[in-house]
């Protein structure tokens, strides 16, 4: 077995994991929208990136992907900030069954503001698909597929990063606090 990167502290899903849970979303999906003509899917970047490409392959069912990239002004290990809008979808959505999807909720800011942004645009329906949701008291997030939920930790893999590292790595781990906690930059493990 190979040896996990040192800056990370244990694996908390594993890739065979994920893969069997993102079949099973992408087939509730299907079914929930085998009556539909098309889905307009909305991938949020960068984080989401993997999920959807994997998610998607899985549908049986018509869809167009197109993304959005937001980013939030402030944003700390607690605290999200302002979510704004850095890349904007390429056609309107008007009338159309939009799913948003999204690899992690964690205060729940970005995808709040996501759902009553796309929501003004009046779509003929609007659902989110979240990979990974810490569970806050305070979160009041419409999710409608969700993958799994996690301890309240700095996750890493499968599109999420730190510091735009260790997003390639094919499972979802926890990184050290050390790693986070210093000034210097980590070094970015690759796929390894
Ligand atoms: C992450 C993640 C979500 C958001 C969730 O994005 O992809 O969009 O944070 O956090 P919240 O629920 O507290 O709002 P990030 O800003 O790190 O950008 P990235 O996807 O480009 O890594």
Known sequence: MKELHPDLKRIIISSESIQTRVS???????????????????????????????????????????????????????????VRIMMDLREPIEGKH????????????????????????????????????????SQKVPIHYLGFDIPDVWVVGYGLDYADGYRTLPFIAELKPKIYKRTTESTDPGNK
Do not use: W
């Not at 948003?100 to 659902?127: F, M, W």
């Open 24 to 82: 099973e979303i992408a087939n509730n999906i299907s079914k929930d929208y085998a009556d539909k003509k098309n889905i307009y899917i909305i991938g949020i970047l960068k984080g989401a990136f993997i999920f959807l490409a994997d998610l998607t392959r899985e549908l049986s069912v018509p869809h167009v992907v197109d993304f959005m990239a937001v980013s939030s002004y402030g944003k700390t290990a607690t605290s999200s900030g302002a």
């Open 98 to 137: 939009v799913l948003i999807v999204e690899d992690i909720v964690d205060t729940g800011h970005t995808l709040n503001y996501l759902h009553r942004t796309l929501k003004g645009r009046k779509p003929a329906s609007l659902q989110t698909c979240v990979l990974l949701q810490k569970k806050r008291e």
